[in-house]
T-cell receptor
Framework: AQSVTQPDIHITVSEGASLELRCNYS??????LFWYVQSPGQGLQLLLK??????LVQGIKGFEAEFKRSQSSFNLRKPSVHWSDAAEYFC??????????????FGTGTQLKVEL | GAVVSQHPSRVICKSGTSVKIECRSL??????MFWYRQFPKQSLMLMAT?????????EQGVEKDKFLINHASLTLSTLTVTSAHPEDSSFYIC???????????FGPGTRLTVT
């Protein structure tokens, strides 16, 4: 069965500082990997995804993530955090469904706080 | 991008009553829709997967008679919480995907409070 581990429950960074959110996955085949962001009381917004090809993927809002098969990791990074980045971040691994989409398994999330 | 809406955004109901939550894909045909439940400060747990015109597939531990899912058209899926109890209070989120797509697009969620 697939699983996702996000080791950091809370992270606090200063505005302008760099950010790295960790994600480790377990999956038997080539994984489909996603990072989502959730603001309080809202649904999820896709930041970026990895299916194949270049292991460094670029997303929206200046985020990027690097897929490292040897480490089973898909860490999210941003070189300079903005106060508006404060939110909950979820890493997910997907098992592709024939009817479309992926059956997603989410990590427990990392709450990002940005200090001004 | 693909847009998914949910209605209502918040609902309060009395214990023992039923409540229906709608999930709509606004600008694409959703061949598959997913329903998730999220407890406060926790992750999303998949409840069920539904394909248009067929019965939903429920995850282990989810009571299909309590959480009725209907995906009658390519743009609408509904989740009905029957005989709701306070422990059913939660944030319910739907997502949708088109045929052959990799991504799911999420709705804004529905906050259910059972009193």
């Amino acid at each position: 069965a697939q699983s996702v581990t996000q080791p950091d429950i809370h992270i606090t960074v200063s505005e302008g500082a760099s950010l790295e959110l960790r994600c480790n996955y377990s999956y038997g085949a080539t994984p489909y990997l996603f990072w989502y962001v959730q603001s309080p009381g809202q649904g999820l917004q896709l930041l970026l995804k990895y299916f194949s090809g270049d292991t460094l993927v670029q997303g929206i809002k200046g985020f990027e993530a690097e897929f490292k098969r040897s480490q089973s990791s898909f860490n999210l990074r941003k070189p300079s955090v903005h106060w508006s980045d404060a939110a909950e971040y979820f890493c997910a691994v997907g098992a592709f469904l024939m009817g479309g989409g992926n059956k997603l398994t989410f990590g427990t999330g990392t709450q990002l706080k940005v200090e001004l | 991008g693909a847009v998914v809406s949910q209605h209502p955004s918040r609902v309060i109901c009395k214990s023992g009553t039923s409540v229906k939550i709608e999930c709509r894909s606004l600008d694409f045909q959703a061949t598959t829709m997913f329903w998730y439940r999220q407890f406060p400060k926790q992750s999303l747990m998949l409840m069920a997967t539904s394909n248009e015109g067929s019965k939903a597939t429920y995850e282990q531990g989810v009571e299909k008679d309590k959480f009725l899912i209907n995906h009658a058209s390519l743009t609408l899926s509904t989740l009905t919480v029957t005989s709701a109890h306070p422990e059913d209070s939660s944030f319910y989120i739907c997502s949708a995907t088109g045929g052959g797509w990799y991504e799911q697009y999420f709705g804004p969620g529905t906050r259910l409070t059972v009193t």
